[in-house]
């Protein structure tokens, strides 16, 4: 089962993540601090295996290059729905999504997402940046909470992690 790491960087305190399993890491949203990221892929077991971004925004991206020249780790770019990357004996398969940019990806593992700017506590990520849609918003918002189980842990792209069943009391709504 792959174990996460979440490391806040950069001015927006960005959530970098560490998915790591059997000595191999991938290494997902390196927006800032490269230094810090390689400490905390140093204390972790294993190589670093590829690198990737939840979406094109600099505070999510920025370092993914540094961070892939430093540890050998492949950038993945253009994944495709339904993908899988396999990270040790971990399966973690990419839902393309759409509402804050127009390529968000979502990376979901055995009981968890990381979902970017896509959902917080009480509502969602930002819509009204270049590449946003409030519908398109909504119809994400509607396949993630037909396809997340209630226990399913959110690691979003800001902030302290919760779960799917307290995101929906948060955001009745939605
Ligand atoms: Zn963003």
Redesign the pocket.
Known sequence: MAKVKRVPVGALKTNCYLLFDKGEIMVIDPGGESKTILREIEKTEGGVKYVTST?P?F??NLKEKKIAKETGGKILESLKEGEEIKIGESKIRVLKMSG??KEDNCFLGNSFIIS??ILFPGGH?RTD?PGGSKKEMERTLKRLKKELSDSTVVYP?HGEPFTMKEWKASFPEG
């Open positions: 979406h925004h505070d999510h804050h940019t970017g700017d990520g940046l792209g």
